[in-house]
């Protein structure tokens, strides 16, 4: 399984950024596609998760309310719409692929997206 990851950036607080994760190779139709973001420094954080077969999403609170995953089934392409960024949304983000349904643990993904950077300026 391949990952293609893009369409960060530079916005301000306040705007909108919609990241792309398109799949390739061999991947199963009951899986999981997470984001997870790692800033400077800290941990790597689980951001949100969709179910691939049911469209059944998952956010950390953090982001809830602001972004919203969707998949297009035809493209096999993820997208994490993000509103009303944050200067703390800032960091790498990375999208994986996952068996175990909706999972918050980055050790349940067994392959990785190179990363996309989104910055947010104040």
């Known amino acids: 399984v391949q990952l293609q990851a893009s369409g960060g950036g530079l916005v301000q607080a306040g705007d909108s950024l919609r990241l792309s994760c398109a799949a390739s190779?061999?991947?199963?139709?009951?899986?999981?596609l997470g984001w997870f973001r790692q800033a400077p420094g800290k941990e790597r954080q689980f951001v949100a998760a969709?179910?691939?077969?049911?469209?059944?999403?998952y956010y950390a609170d953090s982001v809830k309310g602001r972004f919203t995953l969707s998949r297009d089934n035809a493209k096999n392409t993820a997208y994490l719409q993000m509103n009303s960024l944050k200067v703390e949304d800032t960091a790498v983000y990375y999208c994986?692929?996952?068996?175990?349904?909706?999972?918050?643990?980055?050790?349940?993904?067994?392959?990785w997206g190179q990363g996309t950077q989104v910055t947010v300026s104040s």
């Open positions: 190779g061999r991947t199963f139709y009951s899986y999981t």
């Open positions: 994986a692929y996952g068996s175990m349904i909706l999972s918050v643990s980055p050790n349940d993904y067994s392959y």
């Open positions: 969709i179910n691939w077969s049911t469209g059944s999403t």
